[in-house]
């Protein structure tokens, strides 16, 4: 009896990887889905990991539907150091001395759930005339007023807090900086990341937490958001979509 073709799959998307790699990675393991269309629905960052949804044959005329399912989140967030892209993958934002042993304010998670409209983050995919934001980042032409989207964060549980050594994550940075191909400024980024991180005495508070939210809605723009609400910035570690809602 043949096999019945799926119309769509969940992968792991490594860290690392972008989704398309990813997508490709899968496609090597089924050599009987050569030659039929496939994609996937919701981007990750390179640095995030987790649940990616493909869609197969037919099944990708309907993308848009699947864009739009919530989806589920484990965030690991530093405080004390803010990046240009709110992540691991960014330059130490000049303006902002990292701030080793900063103990953060209990901060209570709650009040970020609901809807609000959240503003992209300078380096994403977002469009803007036609051009990608991150190539005007690059470029040093961002729009005065940046492109905001309404999103949901429907609930955020807090599920560690804990103190990371400096070394500890500066190896685990250049570990996951090591693992993204192509041309994301990793020399300049790492430079500063050696710079900020070289005190063997010093360390960072951590907070990680799940969300459930609806597409679309940035990580590491919330844990932005939470760092500079409580007063010492923060960016994301590390991010893995744990789920994503199919209705």
């Not at 090597?28 to 987790?50: N, S």
């Not at 005495?201 to 940035?218: E, H, P, Q």
């Not at 760092?227 to 809602?245: C, D, H, M, N, P």
Request: hydrophobic content about 35%; proline content about 5%.
């Amino acid at each position: 009896m043949a096999r019945k073709q799926e119309k769509s799959i969940f992968v792991a998307k490594q860290p690392g990887e972008t989704p398309l790699e990813a997508l490709e990675r899968y496609r090597l393991t089924r050599p009987e889905l050569k030659g039929l269309p496939m994609t996937y629905a919701g981007r990750l960052d390179p640095m995030a990991e987790g649940t990616l949804l493909i869609l197969i044959g037919d099944e990708c005329k309907n993308k848009e539907r699947y864009l739009k399912l919530d989806k589920e989140y484990e965030v690991e967030m530093v405080f004390g150091i803010t990046t240009d892209t709110y992540d691991a993958l960014g330059l130490v934002d000049s303006d902002t001395n990292a701030r080793a042993e900063v103990i953060p304010p209990k901060v209570n998670l709650n009040k970020y759930t609901g809807k609000f409209s959240q503003e992209y983050p300078a380096y994403s995919s977002k469009t803007v005339d036609g051009v990608q934001l991150h190539t005007l980042a690059r470029a040093g032409e961002l729009p005065d007023e940046m492109p905001v989207k309404d999103v949901e964060i429907y609930s955020i549980e807090r599920l560690d807090d804990c103190k990371i050594p400096a070394l500890e994550l500066k190896k685990d940075i250049t570990t996951r900086i090591a693992l993204v191909r192509g041309d994301f400024r990793q020399k300049e980024i790492l430079a500063k990341w050696d710079e900020v991180l070289s005190d063997p005495g010093s360390g960072f508070y951590a907070t990680k937490m799940r969300v459930k939210c609806s597409s679309g809605t940035y990580m590491r723009s919330l844990a932005h958001r939470i760092g500079q609400e409580a007063g010492v910035g923060a960016f994301a570690l590390s991010i893995k979509r744990t789920k994503i809602l199919v209705k």
